[in-house]
């Protein structure tokens, strides 16, 4: 059974076009408590949703966890926690966070509440909802 997430980009440089040539993307460098106990909850093959925020502030496409979370290898302290993951369905509509506000599953999820968490734990109704858009 997946559990599910929505990623936010934290990197100014890692586009969703980078992350499909390489084929994969890797969560690290996050150095927030409350996301490090969210990253500590994704097994392979979660999904999550990734979003842009660097880049018209739209969810693009679907990940796919590959690793559970290990120790970030930015972090010489031990204490912050990544992982990986590898892209699955580029959206050929993208949807936009203002769309995603608008739904009221979203209301009081994360994702609007703490906008600054770089990833949020979703239900799946959640994600379903936002893959129900990109397909219209």
């Known amino acids: 059974m997946s ?5 936010r ?3 100014k440089t890692r586009l969703w076009e980078d992350i499909l040539m390489t084929g994969e993307f890797e969560l690290s460098g996050i150095r927030s408590h409350p996301a490090k106990k969210v ?6 093959g979660d ?4 979003y842009n925020k660097n880049e018209n502030k739209q969810v693009i496409g ?3 966890a590959i690793t559970a979370a290990y120790p970030d290898p930015k972090d010489s302290t031990g204490i912050w926690q990544a992982v990986t993951f590898q892209p699955e369905v ?3 509509m993208p949807v936009a966070l203002s769309q ?3 739904l009221e599953i979203f209301q009081e999820s994360p994702v609007i509440k703490i906008p600054q968490l770089s990833v949020a734990e979703i239900t799946k109704e959640q994600f379903e909802a936002v893959i129900e858009i990109s397909n219209k």
Request: proline share 7%; charged share 20%.
């Open 47 to 50: 999904k999550g949703l990734f």
């Open 62 to 64: 679907v990940l796919s």
């Open 90 to 92: 580029t959206f050929e």
């Open 39 to 44: 990253i500590q909850k994704i097994q392979p």
């Open 9 to 11: 980009n934290p990197y």
């Open 3 to 7: 559990n599910y997430f929505f990623i």
């Open 100 to 102: 995603i506000k608008e």
